[in-house]
């Protein structure tokens, strides 16, 4: 599974960006898209996921926010991020999993920044 995320850059506060990943290769049995971020020092955390069902989970941090969305024809998930806030700033990263009973095979993208910042 290749994962390759675009839309990062930088925003003023209040402002909105669009991050899409496009999904590529084996993505049978694929439970769930979503996005992470990470800023330095910190561990990864989860922003927004959306399952194979149509399920979706936010941090509640972003929850009002931020909004997840998928476009199955084109293996394709958007995270749209609006009223955004100079602690939204990090490297946003788009996942891909795939769930087996007592474990998961978890694929990343390489990232994209995005800074909030006036």
């Known amino acids: 599974v290749e994962l390759v995320e675009t839309g990062g850059g930088l925003v003023q506060p209040g402002g909105s960006l669009r991050l899409s990943c496009e999904a590529s290769g084996s993505l049978f049995s694929i439970n769930g898209m979503g996005w992470y971020r990470q800023t330095p020092g910190q561990e990864r955390e989860l922003v927004a996921v959306m399952y194979s069902g149509g399920a979706t989970n936010y941090a509640d941090s972003v929850k009002g926010r931020f909004t997840i969305s998928r476009d199955n024809a084109k293996n394709t998930v958007y995270l749209k991020m609006n009223s955004l806030k100079p602690e939204d700033t990090a490297v946003y990263y788009c996942?891909?999993?795939?769930?087996?009973?007592?474990?998961?095979?978890?694929?990343w993208g390489q990232g994209t920044q995005v800074t909030v910042s006036s």
């Open positions: 996942n891909a999993v795939r769930l087996w009973s007592r474990s998961r095979d978890d694929y």
